[in-house]
């Protein structure tokens, strides 16, 4: 694996480091007359409409025309989404897939017609039309959390036991095992020594997964792991919620059926508007944050590349201004190794929101307390 060393900005806080290329790399040229299909899951989730946004600015900025769709977590929804822009002819597809297992018979026919498919954020199964992915190195997203919940309890010294419990992504979307088994691999030690206890018993990720990552499934699933297994006064100590839509479940589950004396070590992901207010306010203590403008510029290269005619290798790492690596050998999409363009996650807590700030990619309400999105990047 080779990692690109150049970064226009690296600050590390709290043992994590945030990368923030500055994604405005402006090469208008005669891209004019190529279109770009970008299909992202749902507009419901600040992320996804941050990743629609930077991506549309970047191919469009470009010279590019742009059909971006959101389809709601309908995966039928977004098979017609996608079948219409192949249909219109679109020189490249861009794709968050709804649910990863149910795009193959779409793509095959963007196969047919010669235009290439690149995986964004979700690999997608069972196909040979895809030709490149670039994410986030998912299992190190897990592994983050874990790690954050390790120290936080000092699970490597003292001899107290805590409580634990699960809440998992969807199982249609291949990132969320990912993320599960990164938090469990970290945390399974400490689960075997009985330093972690799970009272639900619920320790596998079936049984804990969330469809769509809905958060009013997280927050019913909560509800009833609390009802069933707290109710007595036994305390919990973590929730490790797999991202921040489900995190907010949980919390919200906590405000109402929790009679513990304490509260919670929750965690998350992707920084999410009002998770970041929930840390400030206590009710979620961390998040890992994935800088999405980021991921879109490192998209965009890649897809520059194919357009173009080139094929894109590891050596495309060494030219990003971003630390992204270069892996064929992790995800397997069930037919083959997709080639993956993998970028950093990083640790968010209170104490260092002001990282998000200095990205460019958030900016405190007037009263300096809150994160809000920039209107401006
Ligand atoms: C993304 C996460 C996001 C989740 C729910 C995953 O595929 O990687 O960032 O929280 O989907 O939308």
């Given at each position: 694996m080779k990692r690109a060393i150049a970064m226009l900005m690296a600050v590390t806080l709290a043992g994590s480091v945030v990368s923030c290329g500055n994604g405005k790399k402006n090469d208008k040229n005669a891209n004019s007359g190529k279109s770009v299909g970008i299909a992202m899951?749902?507009?419901?989730?600040d992320r996804w409409n941050s990743d629609g946004k930077f991506l549309q600015y970047r191919f469009e900025s470009a010279g590019f025309d742009v059909d971006l769709i959101y389809s709601e977590n309908d995966a039928t929804r977004q098979n017609n989404d996608i079948l219409a822009m192949i249909n219109k002819g679109v020189d490249l597809l861009l794709i968050a897939a709804?649910?990863?297992?149910?795009l193959s018979g779409t793509l095959e026919t963007a196969k047919e017609k010669g235009i290439p498919v690149v995986a964004y954020d979700r690999l997608i199964m069972?196909?040979?039309?895809?030709?490149y992915y670039v994410s986030f190195d998912n299992r190190a997203v897990g592994r983050l959390q874990g790690e954050f919940v390790r120290d936080q309890l000092a699970?490597?010294?003292?001899s107290d036991s805590y409580n634990i419990e699960f809440v998992a992504g969807d199982p249609a979307d291949n990132n969320a095992k990912y993320f599960y088994d990164g938090a469990y691999d970290v945390l399974e030690p400490y689960i075997e020594s009985g330093r972690l206890v799970i009272p639900s018993g619920k320790d596998s990720f079936d049984q804990v997964a969330t469809p769509e990552w809905s958060m009013d499934k997280a927050k019913a699933n909560m509800k009833d792991t609390l009802a069933k297994y707290?109710?007595?006064?036994t305390q919990l100590?973590?929730?490790?919620?797999?991202?921040d839509s489900t995190a907010l479940g949980a919390a919200q589950a906590l405000n109402i059926v929790y009679n513990g004396k304490n509260y919670p070590i929750i965690t998350g992901q992707d920084g999410d508007v009002a998770n970041l207010k929930n840390i400030v306010d206590g009710k979620q203590a961390m998040t890992v944050y994935k800088n999405v403008r980021d991921e879109a510029s490192v998209t965009y290269e890649v897809c520059k590349m194919i357009l173009d005619g080139e094929i894109p290798t590891s050596k495309l790492v060494e030219k990003l201004p971003i630390d992204v690596s270069f892996d064929s050998e992790s995800y397997n999409n069930g037919v083959k190794y997709v080639q993956s363009y993998l970028l950093l996650p990083s640790v968010i807590t209170k104490d260092n929101m002001q990282l998000l700030v200095d990205c460019g990619l958030y900016e405190w309400d007037s009263a300096h307390k809150y994160l809000e999105l920039t209107k401006t990047s």
């Open positions: 899951p749902t507009s419901t989730l709804v649910d990863g297992t149910k069972d196909t040979h039309a895809l030709t699970l490597d010294s003292g707290y109710s007595n006064g100590d973590v929730v490790l919620c797999a991202n």
